[in-house]
Nanobody, 120 residues
Framework: QVQLVESGGGLVQAGGSLRLSCAAS?????????MAWFRRVPGKEREFVAQ????????YYVDSVKGRFTISRDNAKNEVYLQMNSLKPEDTAVYYC????????????WGQGTQVTVSS
């Protein structure tokens, strides 16, 4: 059974930083699985934030976080991270970790989410 467990959310002032972690279990070969972070604000559609290939060789970001957020992974630990710097109030959301086992842009597995709140 695949499980994704996020941690690291919290309350931070604008301009501050947080590091989210996602621990994965049950994936056959974690290093071949594309991983991503999404976020959702109540009343809005879920938004893609960042993605990283299984090897870590390629990363992608939504324009609004480029230069501020960094996605990374540790395949030895089966973990993926999202370093968030220069946080803005508009980054406030529930952040979800997701796994795309076939690396075809289809995210079959999701974590329960972690709340990030940025105060102005």
């Amino acid at each position: 059974q695949v499980q994704l467990v996020e941690s690291g959310g919290g309350l931070v002032q604008a301009g501050g930083s947080l590091r989210l972690s996602c621990a994965a279990s049950g994936l056959r070969t974690f290093s071949s699985v594309s991983m991503a972070w999404f976020r959702r604000v109540p009343g809005k559609e879920r938004e893609f934030v960042a993605q990283i290939w299984g090897s870590g060789s390629h990363t992608y970001y939504v324009d609004s976080v480029k230069g501020r957020f960094t996605i990374s992974r540790d395949n030895a630990k089966n973990e993926v991270y999202l370093q968030m710097n220069s946080l803005k109030p508009e980054d406030t959301a529930v952040y979800y970790c997701a796994a795309d086992p076939a690396s075809i842009g289809k995210f079959d597995y999701w974590g329960q989410g972690t709340q990030v709140t940025v105060s102005s």
